[in-house]
């Protein structure tokens, strides 16, 4: 069983408990307008492009056979729409400057890769988490990882945005130990426009997980001019306050932008500051008023 | 009246002044900090006793050092518990430091054509044992001298004696004129409190200046006069178990009511900041029992509060308290300040094991020195003073293979003459060695670290000459990545790929890739899979080199003459040296800039999870003998924080469960470190650790600044 993965970032270590690999899936059905990967958007190869990195040495034109490259006034132009991710410009960049997003890779090598930290998780308490993308999209695969890291005793995590089908989510309760789902907003037209679908489904499978007994994280980015108001983050901890969950506020940042225009895509975040520190925690004020539970607070 | 902290910062305000005093007068320095301030100009010279104006063997070392024992400055600071400063290195003001009545011509082409760091005429590099100091104290062991003088009688082992008993008297006659100035500074004292204290200075002099000490304060100031003799003869800077060593002192002192911990962390702190010797704490003692105590905190407590340069590791094994890491981690995060760092048990024992000795003596092997361990009193060693230069190797074996025809070339070809070539390079650095041990007693006696070694005295032979016990002789390798990624890029881009051929290659390494499409060359090597990447080529490299340096390196035992030579992977501040002589290198790398440190791999090897990685090469990497090839962990200050704690306590941990033997920790702001590089006497605080050990950036050289900023950078 294989999959379509961007990459497996070792020692992360915002993405659950202690050391973990995290293996961003490729593929999302959701586009939410902050979104720090979106190399994992697509579900298939995309050809990324960093100038800083190029040589201006033109051997990916010449290796270019339809000619989907050429030279601007500052580097390497890519002409998406003809560009068929042969991958063979990025055979020959010798800077690294032209790289295939995308890595077509069985479920067993995947965890070979992981297996190789193990003694990192067993000393720290961590495991694998599986990112993206939206893991669930690939199920087949998500589920064969899964069950070969339970078998090998490695600690599973998953983070979903939940916009999925109730029996996807289903089959992976048994499989997986901590489930870090979005709350991004209560308010189904808010989050239809900023992320491309509502929410009822979301929220209707969160509480599922949830009545399942599953251990739950509720992540919520914050977003300034989205999200980041009072009432906002009042109304996720309405919902919230009751449920065996706990909390993550996570601040909006802004180190994904660079990766939109390396990736010929629109970044409609563009101009917008990261979240501050302080507003941060005065928003954080509010669920200790809730009385809800917060993970280490990490950004 | 002032406080302790009060009296402890403004000592440490003064460390800083001196240092800065230093680097005015000195210039810059790529070495430790020490402890050592400015001597008054032209206060002292060598007496030489050779025609090329430097001094050779007992005699004149004895004479030279007891002539400066008589006129050394005294220094005493009424803030101060100890009385005592370092201020003369009297073996580097020596023109010379090999007797030329000795010559090893025979040896010096290799040298230079390997660039052997050959040792010959090194000093020190091995474990005093303290522990005999304290118990004996200075009378004590004068009388253990009188005892074997009575026993070896021949005339060059009365002269032997001689010379020991002269200097022991001289040292003596130090501490007495520092009992006198402490007494004169107390009458003219009209502050009660500073008056009472030179009193107390006094008198601790006075208890110890025969008889062994009894209380902490005393056995801090034997320990204090010891190592300011052994650094001013040559430099030494070993230590030992300091909290088992202070233990019982401190239980006499608690039993006795004569202490509380405020003034024990005091003594501390004013013993810690004397010198930033290598000491050990924590640990397993012989039988495996955990040595943590009360003191290990307390050490720790006094470390934080004078917090200047700092070399105290703390040897992590199964059965360490857990508190005592967790402070440890947690001082290290706090502080950002380069100490402690941590030596890993498991794989050090088993390694040494290997050699043939048994777990109780592998277990008092101790972190006490730059990257080195070492048996106090029970061996020499020449640690971190031989090395062999592996790029240069590497480079001698390239261009051999490039001056046959080219039907010949290969990485298969290139692999089997730089095994060649290591093999000669690794029989010299022996052969150094082994004349070393023959005539260093003609020219440096070890005179001061033989008094705590067990058997010189016992036999009257040197410790360098038969005196030891043990001699467990280390070389190092350097350079490991360097050559791992030059392999992995002449495999890849020329042999798997053919991106390039070897014409191209030697054409672009002679001209430093300096040529129209050189800047895309040599980006192509840089970007072969290197060493420190998973599953890389460079690290298939890696491992053969370390295989086979280790098989050399332990094929010169010899169990007739009990010596045994124990590989590591250790560059020591020698990387900037041994980059100068090596040309451009396939894997990237530019002609004469440093080579990699130990087995760390070259900057910038992985993008992601470097830490993980890093940890996860460099065990692997072991050549697990003994000796180290330490984790030189350039940690990102915005993960080194508290909340952290755990997860770098679980890498440190993981390193050493996999085999990583020590773990070297620089915590830098990026931003912080190129503000502090372009006008270095704005921080004159910063401590950085270089390699083993731990220097003011202000003190190093523009050059090596550099390496350290890169490293922090590309981390
Ligand atoms: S991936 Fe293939 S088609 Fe696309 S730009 Fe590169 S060489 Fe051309
Ligand atoms: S091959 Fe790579 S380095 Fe050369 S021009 Fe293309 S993108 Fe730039």
Known sequence: MSGLITTIQRMSIHDGPGIRSAVFMKGCNLRCWWCHNPETWEFNFQLQYINDKCLRCNDCIKKCEIQALDTEADGIRIARERCTLCGKCTKVCPSGALTMIGEQVEAEEVVRRVEQDIIFYEESGGGITLSGGEPLMQLDFTKKILSLCKAKHIHTAIESNLMVHPKAIKALLPLVDLWMCDIKTIDPATHKKYTGVSNERIIKNFKYIINNNATVIARTPVIPG?????????SICKLIQDLPVKCELLGFHTLGFDKFCQLGLTNLCSGLKPLTAQRLSELKRIFKKYNIKTTHENI | MKTFD?????LRKLKLAQTQEKIALEGLLDEDDYGRIVPPKGFWKIIPNHQD???????AWANNFCDLMEKHPVYVNSDDAFAGRWMYFMSKMRPNKWNPEYPYDHLKPDIKKYDIICGIGDDAHFAPDYEMGVQLGWGGLLDKIEHYRSINTSPAQQHFYDLHIKVIKGIQGWIRRHIEKANEMAMHESNSERKQNLLDIAQTNQNILVDAPKTLREACQWIIWFHLASRTYNRDGAGGQLDSLLLPFYEHDIAENNIDDFTTIYYLGCFLINDPVYWQIGGPDKNGKDQTSKISFLLLEAADKINTSLNITVRVHDGINPELLDRSVYYLVKNKNAWPRFSGDKALVKGFMSNGFSVELARQRIAVGCNWMSLPGLEYTMNDLVKVNMAKVFEVAYYEMIAQPDSEYSTGKLWKLFEMHLTKAVEVAAAGIRHHLKYQKYNEPELLLNLLSHGPIEKGLDVSDGGAQYYNLAIDGAGLAIVADSFAALEQRIETEHLLDWDEMTTQLKADFKTTNGQKIQAICRNSERYGATDSLGEKWGEQIRDIFTDLVCKQSNPALKQVFIPGFFSWANTVGFGLSVGA?????????????????????????ASLSLATTIAKMQPAKGNTAPMQWELDPTFAKEENVNLIKAIIKTHFRMGGTLINVNIMDKKKI?????????????????????AYFAMLSPQFRQLVVDRILES
């Not at chain 1, 989205?226 to 009042?234: L, R």
């Not at chain 2, 990237?588 to 999870?609: L, V």
């Open chain 1, 226 to 234: 989205f999200n980041d108001t009072e009432e906002c983050i009042e």
């Open chain 2, 6 to 10: 009060e009296k402890l910062a403004s």
């Open chain 2, 53 to 59: 104006g430097s001094f050779y063997g007992f005699d």
């Open chain 2, 585 to 609: 290198t396939p894997n990237g790398r530019n002609a004469k800039t440093p080579i990699s440190h130990g087995a760390n791999p070259n900057p910038g090897f992985i993008i992601e999870g």
């Open chain 2, 674 to 694: 190129l503000e502090a590089h372009k006008d270095p006497s704005k921080y004159p605080e910063l401590v950085v650790r270089v390699t083993g050990f731990t």
